[in-house]
């Protein structure tokens, strides 16, 4: 039988629960909001299944809404979650807090561009490079930190969870952008092999859009 140190390590992604401004359809970015009570409860029905991976470390983006969402998987697993800044989600500038009625309605063609993915667009956001920077140093930070054989949960934010797994992957800009933003409460899960010698091994999607009623998946 394989031992456990033989094993891959795992990094499972997973997206806070829904807020009053996803309910809304309103931009986020940084702002900071709090769950709503739907948000509360799929977290509460997604953390029994993320915990059934058994992790041994658990981060989290300092958001109110993905703080909330990872303290009900502390609270199934036993582990403190640790705050990582570089987890939350796009600073969106001067479009943060309006709805995509609004806009659309003030900036037809920049709404445009940035529902197909080009957030540059943006004015006094964060823009992609730096996204994808500081979301690809965290999770490979979280990777290089978990041991062959075991697990740790991040729980962070849709669009940041794109950008960030898409470039650990390596795919190209616009490969990344064919990949469907995670749901609330959603989550994938990131494999990793040891490589040769020194050298770290390949990323694998080994799983994505998971949910509490559709996961099947063999832990």
Known sequence: MRSAESGPRRLVLLRHG?????????????????????????????????????????????????RQTAAYVAKETGLDAEHDPRLREAMLGVRETMTHAEYAAQAPAEFAAFLAGDWDVVPGGEGLAALRARMTDALRDALAAT?????????????????????????????????????????????????????????VLAAYGLTPISSSERL
Do not use: F, M
């Open 18 to 66: 829904q807020t009053a401004y996803n309910a809304e359809k309103r931009i986020q970015g940084q702002h900071d909001v709090e769950l709503d009570a739907t948000g509360h409860a799929q977290a509460a029905a997604a953390a029994p299944y993320v915990a059934a991976y058994r992790p041994t470390r658990l981060v989290t983006s300092d958001l109110a809404r993905a």
């Open 147 to 203: 041991p062959a054989g075991e697990t740790t949960v991040a729980v962070s934010h849709g669009g940041a969870i794109k950008v960030g797994v898409a470039s650990v992957l390596g795919w190209p800009d616009e490969a990344a952008r064919t990949l469907r933003a995670l749901r609330n409460c959603h989550w994938l899960v990131l494999e990793q092999r040891p490589g040769a010698g020194a050298e770290p091994g390949r990323v």
